[in-house]
């Protein structure tokens, strides 16, 4: 089994950081590739950003790229999303997830966490 917990949300305004963390469980989670997704209200869960077991590869949705950096530290079973230059448009709860199956990007996430809220004001 494998569980995730993300912690690190809450109010910022625009222009703003935040660092957002995903503890998992498990011995085998150096082998999963991981993603960070948000949902908005009323719109569809997006892809936020990814990366690979290795941490040696990572993927951008483009409407993030250049302000958010996702990374792991395998040693401590973490996965971060540092965002910076937060806007409005990034108000969304953050989900981390888990690609149990070995494959190439696109992942197929099948382990989710709770969500933690990001809510960036004007």
């Known amino acids: 089994q494998v569980q995730l917990v993300e912690s690190g949300g809450g109010l910022v305004q625009a222009g703003g950081s935040l660092r957002l963390s995903c503890v998992g469980s498990g011995r085998t989670f150096s082998s999963l590739a991981m993603g960070w997704l948000r949902h908005a209200p009323g719109e569809e869960r997006k892809f936020v950003a990814a990366?690979?077991?290795?941490?040696?590869?990572?993927y951008y949705a483009d409407s993030v790229k250049g302000r958010f950096t996702i990374s792991r530290d395998n040693a401590e079973n973490t996965v971060y999303l540092q965002m910076n230059s937060l806007k409005p448009e990034d108000t969304a709860v953050y989900y981390c997830?888990?690609?149990?199956?070995?494959?190439?990007?696109?992942?197929?996430?099948?382990?989710w966490g709770q969500g933690t809220q990001v809510t960036v004001s004007s």
């Open positions: 997830a888990a690609d149990s199956f070995p494959r190439a990007f696109p992942y197929d996430y099948d382990y």
């Open positions: 990366i690979s077991w290795s941490g040696e590869k990572t």
